[in-house]
């Protein structure tokens, strides 16, 4: 069965370092997201990114923050320069139609650690 | 704008007792509704979802909800409780524009106790 993969599963950056999460979504998928959760709050969305563009994009995602599809497999996130704030789980998430019916399915998450 | 409610951040039932957990929203459009369960160390994975017709929706693993435009709910039960259903659950709600967001609620971690 098709799924959404992440890597790495855990990362640890110090402060003001920049990372890049990496998700693999399913491959006739045509919606990418990306979600966060910080320890004992919400999934929170942080950007949807389609044809190529952002599509939307919450207040959490700032200029500190990027998205791109480098090769038409990989989705990627990156943040430039991480304050300790960021330090969460990081889900990607794909969907094969524009419907906001549709499932969205989830990879199983990056944990990000600021230190 | 679009918001979720789930009551009870911890459920604890018994095996083979009900489960309930409560979810309302509030949307200006009319809602896509979804229930979502988080396994340690797993991803999140679709219980089951409401989009249109019957307000009554079956998902995997024997649990059911109910869409109440009226009271703006979904909650989800299962009549018997087993302890593989020991895990987070997530309501979600989105709508309104293609390729749209989902915006969850705060989840409910649920113990399943012998």
């Known amino acids: 069965e098709p799924e959404v993969t992440q890597t790495p599963s855990h990362q640890v950056t110090q402060m003001g370092q920049e990372v890049i999460l990496r998700c693999v979504p399913i491959?006739?998928?045509?919606?990418f997201y990306w979600y966060r959760q910080i320890l004992g709050q919400k999934v929170e969305f942080l950007v949807s990114?389609?044809?190529?563009?952002?599509?939307?994009k919450s207040e959490i995602f700032d200029d500190q923050f990027s998205v791109e599809r480098p090769d038409g497999s990989n989705f990627t996130l990156k943040i430039r320069s991480t304050k300790l704030e960021d330090s969460a789980m990081y889900f990607c998430?794909?969907?094969?139609?524009?419907?906001?019916?549709?499932?969205?399915?989830f990879g199983p998450g990056t944990r990000l650690t600021v230190l | 704008a679009q918001s979720v409610t789930q009551l009870g951040s911890h459920v604890s039932v018994s095996e083979g007792a009900l489960v309930l957990l409560r979810c309302n929203y509030s949307?200006?459009?009319?809602?896509?509704l979804f229930w979502y369960v988080q396994y340690p160390n797993q991803g999140l994975q679709l219980l089951l979802k409401?989009?249109?017709?019957?307000?009554l929706v079956k998902g995997i693993n024997g649990f059911e909800a109910e869409f109440k435009k009226s009271e703006t709910s979904f909650h989800l039960t299962k009549p018997s409780a087993h302890m593989s259903d020991a895990a987070e659950y997530f309501c979600?709600?989105?709508?309104?524009?293609?390729?749209?967001?989902?915006?969850f609620g705060g989840g409910t971690r649920v113990l399943v106790k012998p």
């Open positions: 998430a794909s969907r094969d139609t524009s419907g906001s019916w549709d499932e969205q399915f």
């Open positions: 491959s006739n998928h045509l919606y």
């Open positions: 990114f389609y044809n190529n563009e952002i599509s939307e």
């Open positions: 949307s200006s459009v009319p809602p896509y």
């Open positions: 409401y989009t249109t017709g019957a307000t």
């Open positions: 979600a709600v989105s709508g309104g524009a293609a390729g749209n967001k989902l915006t």
